[in-house]
C-alpha cells in the first residue's frame, strides 16, 4: 500500500517533452525526455548559485540548498520567498544578514553526482550532531520500504535519467522528490523538513543514487539516523557514517542489501 | 577481442579498501570499497579547485579539467606538472598568465553527475566548433563497442559506486578510465587527448554515465562526433547535440538504443 504524502511529480506533464528518435531498428519512435531548467537562486541581493533542476518545488529546493550549504539555520530566519518563474530566479530573503560571504571561500568539489560544492566547514557543521540511537529498523521494513519506493509511479519509471529521494518513516515512504541530480532531490527533503517543521529523527532517508561523503553529511546534517540506497558506495562515506553512528544500508536490491556501517540499529528476525 | 591501450585500474588495490559489512542474512562479509581523496588543484599560484578523485591519472585529470573549464588551450601552453602526492595537490604551471580570473566569476551548478561548476562561458566557447560530418558508424558497431566496453573487468564491476568514460576508434575501444564522478572521467580523457596529441574528429566517446548538458557539451568541445551512453539523457543535452550535429546515443544496452541526434552518421544494416 502506498501512502505518499508528496508523490513523483508524474503527471506534470510540463516537466519533460517527446522528442523524437530512431531506435536500433531504424524506426522513429517519440520519447519522453525530462527537461532541465536553470534556476538561480540569490540569498538577499546576493547571486549565490545557478541549479539545473526540473524545476517543480523550487522553493523547497532553494531552502534546502541554502540549509545543506550552511547559509540558513531555520525557517525563522527566512522573512521571504520570491520565486520569479518567468526570470528563472528565486529569491530567499533573511531578515538578518549572512555570513555566507566567509563560506563561499573555501569550496570542495564533490565526487558522484554531486552539485560540486560543498562548503569546507559543512563536515565541521556535523561534529556538533549525534543522532538518535533508540530507533531500530527490522530486516522486513528495508525490503518493504525499497518494495514500496521501486514500484511507485515516477519520473525516473516514465523517463529515466533522474534520481529520487524519499523521506521514510519505519513502516512507509512519506515524502518521494525526483531531480536530476540526487543533490537538488536531498536538497528538496532538507527544505521540505525545515518548511514543515518535520522531525526527521525517528525517520529514514532513501535515495536512488550512490552514497557519496556528500549524501551522508547531507543525511547527518537533517539528523536522520538511516540512509538507505539502491546503489553502491564510498570508503570516505562509509568512514563518515561510522564516525557519527549513521546507520548506512547500500545495495538494497530486492531481499539483499549490505549494512556498512550503524548495525545496531538492524534487528534481524 | 579487447586491445584497450589504457584499461581501467582494477588491479591497483590502492583504489580500494575492504571494509567489513553486514547482509541481509547477518552474515559478516568483506566488501572492496572505491577510496575517494580528495586533489587540489592550482593553475600556477591559484588554487582552482578541490576535487574528490580515485586518485588514478591525477596529471590527466588536472590538464583535461582546466582544457574542459576553458583555462587551458594546449598542451604547449604548459610549462610544467607538479604532482605532490603527500600533499594531495598537483599544480600546473603555464607559460604565460592565463585569464581564468575572470572566468571564475561566471558558474552554473550543472546538474547530474556532474562537477557542478562550469563556466559560463563553455557554450560560447562550443560555437565555433563543428564537428566532423564524413564519420559514420553501423549498428552492429555501436553494439559491439558497448558489448566489449561492458565485458572489460573494471573497477565498475569490481566495487561497483563508480563511472566510466571511454575513447573509442569505430571499431574498438582504446582508452577506459573510471572515477567516482563521470566529470572525472571525461576530464582525463580530455587530459589524455591533449597530452598524448590525439585527434578525436573521428573517435567515439562512450560512458556509464547519462547523458547531461555538460557530457554533451565537453564531448563537442573534445571534438568527438559521436556520443554513446548506456544510461539516459535530458532534454537540454538533446537540443545542444542537435543544434552542434552531434551524433548522441543513449539507452545502449544489449541489442537496443536509442539515437537522439546525429542520425545522418547512422548506418542501419
Redesign the interface.
Known amino acids: 500500500m502506498s501512502d505518499f504524502i508528496i508523490k513523483p511529480s508524474v503527471n506534470n506533464t510540463k516537466l519533460?517533452?517527446y522528442?523524437k528518435?530512431?531506435?536500433?531498428?531504424?524506426n522513429i519512435?517519440n520519447?519522453p525526455?525530462?527537461?532541465?531548467k536553470?534556476l538561480t537562486l540569490y540569498l538577499n541581493n546576493q547571486e549565490i548559485?545557478?541549479?539545473?533542476?526540473i524545476g517543480d518545488y523550487p522553493e523547497y529546493l532553494a531552502i534546502g540548498y541554502l540549509f545543506n550549504q550552511g547559509m540558513l539555520k531555520s525557517m525563522s530566519d527566512v522573512k521571504k520567498i520570491e520565486y520569479h518563474k518567468d526570470l528563472q530566479t528565486l529569491v530567499v530573503r533573511t531578515k538578518l544578514k549572512t555570513n555566507f560571504e566567509q563560506k563561499l571561500k573555501k569550496?570542495?568539489?564533490?565526487?558522484?553526482?554531486?552539485?560540486?560544492?560543498v562548503f569546507g566547514d559543512l563536515i565541521s557543521e556535523i561534529n556538533g550532531i549525534s543522532l538518535n540511537t533508540k530507533i531500530t529498523i527490522k530486516?522486513n521494513q528495508?525490503?518493504n520500504l525499497s518494495k514500496i519506493i521501486n514500484n511507485e509511479p515516477s519520473l525516473y519509471l516514465k523517463?529515466?535519467?533522474?534520481h529520487g529521494c524519499v523521506l521514510c518513516d519505519t513502516n512507509q515512504p512519506l515524502y518521494y522528490f525526483e531531480?536530476?541530480?540526487r543533490h537538488?532531490a536531498v536538497d528538496k527533503i532538507a527544505g521540505l523538513i525545515l518548511d514543515k517543521n518535520i522531525n526527521p529523527t525517528n525517520m529514514i532517508f532513501y535515495t536512488t543514487g550512490?552514497?557519496?561523503?556528500e549524501m551522508v553529511i547531507k543525511c547527518i546534517k537533517m539528523q536522520i539516523p538511516i540512509l538507505i540506497s539502491r546503489?553502491?558506495?564510498?570508503?570516505?562515506a562509509?568512514e563518515i557514517a561510522k564516525k557519527k553512528k549513521l546507520t548506512m544500508i547500500g545495495?538494497a536490491r530486492g531481499?539483499?542489501?549490505?549494512?556498512?556501517s550503524g548495525?545496531f540499529r538492524?534487528k534481524?528476525e
Open positions: 519533460f517533452k522528442k528518435s530512431l531506435d536500433e531498428n531504424n519512435i520519447l525526455i525530462i527537461i532541465e536553470p548559485v545557478t541549479m539545473m533542476t569550496k570542495v568539489n564533490t565526487s558522484g553526482c554531486a552539485q560540486g560544492t530486516h528495508i525490503i523517463v529515466g535519467a533522474i531531480d536530476v541530480g537538488n550512490r552514497l557519496t561523503s546503489s553502491g558506495f564510498t570508503s570516505w562509509v545495495r531481499k539483499r542489501f549490505n549494512i556498512l548495525d538492524f534481524y
